[in-house]
């Protein structure tokens, strides 16, 4: 029965339905625009920022261009005897130097550089493409509010990610210090950026850490502090 406007109320009724409709394209829209590409996606399923577990490798360390520490890292060994200093400085270490050395590694087994990641902590709303060609894609991301909150660090860092898309894998990440910050009372913290380049997945195994660089400025209580580490991953073989 019209009424007394002069319309039913299916009609009237009708310009609801269509705002809904137009919500639900917008919230589509919306979820569209943040969902995770495809190549990204199978890139972080197979990434690490670690060397993967089972894998014997040698490891190389220069700090600040001069001191440099050539080790060996063995899965299959006992804990206190997976790291073996090979080379320090250029010369065969002697025996009290590699004891040290192993017992620092014992106690702190991971070799990822300063500010590393897990793959988890990344915001999947966050990511936003950079650049790309038929090759590669690069990606900008911010890591989720819980991981920023366990690990405050996160909070200050920006992460963009490198990947092939040919051969779905992250080839480089960097992260870095979007602004000055104190992490405990008495270190100001600069300047920080870390990059870390790994190897494309085979048929044979994972993709693999190649080398990571890390720059760091900044000050510890009254002293500056300025350090440059570069990390070097060779000889891989798996261990059963």
Same mark, same amino acid.
């Given at each position: 029965?019209?009424?007394?406007?002069?319309?039913?109320?299916?009609?009237?009724?009708?310009?609801?339905?269509?705002?809904?409709?137009?919500?639900?394209?917008?919230?589509?829209?919306?979820?569209?625009?943040?969902?995770?590409?495809?190549?990204?996606?199978?890139?972080?399923?197979?990434?690490?920022?670690?060397?993967?577990?089972?894998?014997?490798?040698?490891?190389?360390?220069?700090? &600040?261009?001069?001191?440099?520490?050539?080790?060996?890292?063995?899965?299959?060994?006992?804990?206190?005897?997976?790291?073996?200093?090979?080379?320090? &400085?250029?010369?065969?270490? &002697?025996?009290?130097?590699?004891?040290?050395?192993?017992?620092?590694?014992?106690?702190? &087994?991971?070799?990822?550089?300063?500010?590393?990641?897990?793959?988890?902590?990344?915001?999947?709303?966050?990511?936003?493409?950079?650049?790309?060609?038929?090759?590669?894609?690069?990606?900008?991301?911010?890591?989720?509010?819980?991981?920023?909150?366990?690990?405050?660090?996160?909070?200050?860092?920006?992460?963009?990610?490198?990947?092939?898309?040919?051969?779905?894998?992250?080839?480089?990440?960097?992260?870095?210090?979007?602004?000055?910050?104190?992490?405990?009372?008495?270190?100001?913290?600069?300047?920080?950026?870390?990059?870390?380049?790994?190897?494309?997945?085979?048929?044979?195994?994972?993709?693999?850490?190649?080398?990571?660089?890390?720059?760091?400025?900044?000050?510890?209580?009254?002293?500056?502090?300025?350090?440059?580490?570069?990390?070097?991953?060779?000889?891989?073989?798996?261990?059963?």
């Amino acid at each position: 029965m019209p009424s007394s406007t002069g319309s039913s109320p299916a009609s009237r009724r009708h310009p609801f339905r269509i705002l809904l409709g137009a919500l639900s394209l917008l919230v589509a829209a919306a979820s569209g625009t943040a969902a995770v590409p495809d190549c990204l996606r199978e890139a972080l399923g197979k990434f690490s920022t670690e060397a993967p577990a089972g894998w014997a490798y040698t490891l190389t360390t220069v700090r &600040n261009g001069k001191d440099r520490a050539t080790a060996r890292f063995d899965p299959a060994k006992p804990p206190a005897g997976r790291w073996t200093l090979l080379q320090l &400085n250029g010369r065969a270490p &002697n025996a009290k130097e590699a004891s040290q050395y192993a017992q620092v590694r014992a106690a702190n &087994n991971s070799a990822a550089p300063q500010g590393t990641f897990q793959k988890g902590d990344i915001e999947p709303a966050s990511v936003e493409l950079l650049r790309e060609d038929a090759e590669r894609a690069e990606f900008r991301c911010a890591f989720r509010a819980e991981a920023a909150s366990s690990d405050k660090m996160l909070g200050h860092l920006a992460l963009r990610l490198m990947v092939n898309k040919r051969s779905p894998h992250v080839e480089k990440f960097t992260l870095e210090l979007t602004a000055p910050y104190s992490p405990v009372l008495g270190v100001k913290m600069r300047e920080l950026r870390v990059e870390m380049s790994f190897t494309a997945p085979s048929s044979t195994g994972p993709s693999l850490p190649v080398a990571s660089t890390s720059h760091f400025l900044g000050r510890i209580f009254l002293i500056g502090v300025e350090e440059d580490l570069a990390l070097t991953y060779s000889d891989f073989a798996k261990r059963e």
